[in-house]
Structures are given as C-alpha cells and as structure tokens.
C-alpha cells in the first residue's frame, strides 16, 4: 500500500523559509515521479513543483526562484524547500506520487497523480 506523509509545515512571517518533506513507503519510490500541490482556502488546488524519475523539475510561475523541490531516493523522502515565502503561499501542501517515469511534462500541473499524502499546512503572515 503507498503511503505518503508529509511534515515541516508551520506558521513563519513573510520572507521567511520553511522545508516541506514527504516520506513515502510501499513502493520503489525511485520509479515515480512526484509533485507538490498546494490548496488555500476558497480557491481550487494548484500545483506547485514537479520532479521527475530523471530528476527533471519543473515549477509553477508564482514559485520560481523561491522554491526547490528535491528527493533523496536512499531515504524514499521528497522535499519542498521555500524561501522568500509571502502570505500568498498560505496554503494546505500535498504530496503526491504516480507509476509513471515523467509527471506529464509541461501539462505536469493537470497531471492525475494517482497517490496523495494528507497534507501539512504552511501559514505566512505578512
């Protein structure tokens, strides 16, 4: 069974970093390819990064430059890296993971990523 847990949301000001992690278990975590969603309330959930099995990496507009996703296979852990975070980043974060080498390349935002973690949430204040 995939499982998928996230954690190191918190609440932090404006202009301050935060590190996101995903552990996941029940597969061979180096053959998905992962991304990071994110939904505030009222409004629908986007994405925000995308790795690939390859490494490949591809970001939203409004967190490039600001934000870094990341994996370490020998830890089966995905990583959001955010810096420079303002109150428009608030937001519950999703992990998620798929049986698929590549995340939907430029349409990777739309991909049907088939497994999701719970979600950690991240609150900035201005």
């Known amino acids: 069974q995939v499982q998928l847990v996230e954690s190191g949301g918190g609440s932090v000001q404006a202009g301050g970093s935060l590190r996101l992690s995903c552990a996941a278990s029940?597969?061979?975590?180096?053959?998905?390819?992962m991304g990071w969603f994110r939904q505030a309330p009222g409004k629908e959930r986007e994405g925000v990064a995308a790795?690939?099995?390859?490494?490949?990496?591809r970001y939203a507009d409004s967190v490039k430059g600001r934000f870094t996703i990341s994996q370490d296979n020998a830890k089966n852990t995905l990583y959001l890296q955010m810096n420079s975070l303002k109150s428009e980043d608030t937001a519950m974060y999703y992990c998620?993971?798929?049986?698929?080498?590549?995340?939907?390349?430029?349409?990777?935002?739309?991909?049907?990523?088939?497994?999701w973690g719970q979600g950690t949430q991240v609150t900035v204040s201005s």
């Open positions: 029940g597969y061979t975590y180096s053959s998905y390819c």
């Open positions: 998620a993971a798929d049986l698929a080498p590549a995340c939907g390349g430029s349409q990777w935002y739309i991909f049907p990523f088939g497994y």
């Open positions: 790795i690939d099995n390859d490494g490949s990496t």
